[in-house]
């Protein structure tokens, strides 16, 4: 189980050289998630999601509150816990110079996979992503959409139990982003826990069995897609969110 107890991030902005704003990020979070589970993290650019799940990625420590996924911390089992995590966002670069396949079995050395075990996963993994016919090719030369079927075969190299996916379909074409959202489904009828954010309401209505709405670094909501819509008394997510900030001026 994941467990986001109370956590707080602060950041100093430096305005001058004697003048500097300090705010937060994200402001008093807690979600738990557990395994079987699809958890949206829902709001629009600025809201705090990506510093929120980079803290979960235990790339960020917060300022205030922990972070426990198991029951065991960053700070005395940071290693353990990454091993058990993959992380993907939107904007996750790879190396240009290497190709598909080479990536793939870096990671796996870097977690340790017998090489036996590992020639069989990269070739269960590249039929399920369409690596295929871009395997060994650079990947500089490849499309975006290509670009994120890696990524995410990237992710699931070390079999992880939990999946950090940060605006994962974000300027992708339909096919691509029907590829990855197919796989969240997949993984958690394969029991596996998956914290998803994006700013694509529709999206998460589709896939999340709750949804955390977050805003200017707060949480507003938090609950299963229909019941939100039904308490807000709107059709889809989208207005709710609005409905609950107050309107589309204050957004």
């Known amino acids: 189980m994941i467990e986001i107890n109370n956590v707080s991030k602060k950041f100093t902005k430096k305005i001058s050289k004697k003048e500097k704003i300090i705010f937060f990020a994200d402001k008093d979070i807690t979600i738990k998630a557990k395994e079987g589970e699809i958890v949206g993290l829902l709001g629009p650019n600025g809201a705090g999601k990506t510093t929120l799940l980079r803290m979960l990625a235990g790339i960020m420590e917060p300022t205030e509150g922990t972070i426990n996924i198991d029951g065991i911390n960053y700070k005395n089992n940071s290693l353990e816990i990454k091993k058990k995590i993959a992380f993907l966002s939107g904007n996750t670069k790879l190396y240009k110079d290497i190709s598909p396949y080479e990536l793939l079995h870096m990671c796996g050395e870097y977690y340790n996979i017998d090489n036996k075990e590992l020639q069989n996963r990269i070739q269960k993994i590249s039929k399920r992503f369409n690596l295929v016919e871009f395997l060994h090719q650079r990947i500089e030369n490849l499309s975006t959409g290509q670009l994120q079927r890696v990524n995410i075969a990237r992710c699931v190299v070390h ?93």
């Open 159 to 251: 079999n992880p139990k939990y999946y950090i996916f940060d605006e994962a379909t974000s300027g992708l074409d339909i096919i691509s982003s029907k590829t990855i959202l197919d796989f969240i489904k997949e993984e958690k009828e394969n029991n596996k826990c998956i914290i998803y954010s994006t700013h694509y309401m529709e999206e998460a209505e589709n896939i999340c069995d709750r949804v955390v709405l977050v805003h200017k670094g707060k949480i507003i909501k938090e609950g299963t897609p229909s019941s939100i819509i039904k308490e807000t008394k709107t059709t889809n997510l989208r207005d709710a969110f609005f409905t609950l900030i107050g309107g589309e001026e204050n957004e």
